[in-house]
């Protein structure tokens, strides 16, 4: 497709469960990022590739929270031993390199739900 | 305090009225300066952005910066329903991600405007 994909749109898991988040970004765009989206708040900033380079990982809340990008391409968000406080909307998007425009594109989100 | 502060609204308005979106910042390294549209179960999708102070202007749409008292508008002319989203600042000292630099985001204003 043309835009960013995510999935699953929707989940719902029970505590202590993980789960696993997928991201196909934009083809050609080397930078991905993932952000969280809690009712209320706004985006907070998890994690950001950029091409070969080392992730910048500051965002990441805790060690329960992970994620890879292989190939330059997909990405998986992975949330290991979920807790009722992960539920909200992970958002991804993908940009083209390090971009002057602050023009990320952003996927329509995975809603979790942790019970 | 947040690096950066936006009113969570809602904000109601009837059909033509001129909105005015508000966020102030923190941090005075912020250089570049975004909007983005957030319509409900989307991603967030650009807008505007401009570059240091100043005013851009795009149709309906003017975004204006005032460094100087940290504090950053948009301003809806002629708002029509179709304009009822949810309306996010975001901000970054480099240009998007260069330099790694993170892109921080408001809450966001909720609109709606009404027929």
């Known amino acids: 497709g043309a835009g960013v994909s995510q999935s699953p749109s929707n989940k719902v898991t029970e505590k202590g469960k993980d789960v696993e988040l997928r991201c196909d970004p934009i083809?050609?765009?080397?930078?991905l990022y993932w952000y969280r989206q809690s009712l209320g708040q706004g985006l907070e900033f998890l994690i950001y590739?950029?091409?070969?380079?080392?992730?910048?990982k500051s965002g990441l809340p805790s060690d329960r929270f992970s994620a890879e990008r292989t190939g330059g391409s997909v990405s998986t968000l992975t949330i290991q031993r979920t807790q009722q406080e992960d539920s909200a909307v992970y958002l991804c998007?993908?940009?083209?390199?390090?971009?002057?425009?602050?023009?990320?594109?952003f996927g329509e989100g995975s809603r979790l739900t942790v019970l | 305090q947040k690096e950066v502060e936006q009113d969570p609204g809602p904000l109601s308005v009837p059909e033509g009225a001129i909105v005015s979106l508000n966020c102030t910042y923190s941090?005075?390294?912020?250089?570049?300066f975004m909007w983005y549209r957030q319509y409900s179960r989307k991603g967030p999708e650009l807008l505007m952005y401009?570059?240091?102070?100043g005013n851009k202007e795009d149709g309906r749409f003017t975004a204006q910066v005032d460094k100087s008292s940290k504090y950053i508008s948009l301003f809806i002319r002629d708002s029509q329903p179709s304009d009822s989203a949810t309306y996010l600042c975001?901000?970054?000292?480099?240009?998007?991600?260069?330099?790694?630099?993170?892109?921080?985001f408001g809450t966001g204003t909720r609109l709606q405007v009404f027929p």
């Open positions: 083809s050609g765009h080397t930078a």
């Open positions: 975001a901000m970054s000292r480099g240009g998007g991600f260069v330099n790694t630099d993170k892109l921080i």
């Open positions: 590739f950029q091409g070969n380079s080392a992730p910048d």
């Open positions: 941090n005075s390294a912020f250089q570049y």
């Open positions: 401009t570059y240091s102070s």
């Open positions: 998007a993908s940009s083209f390199q390090a971009h002057n425009t602050g023009e990320l594109f």
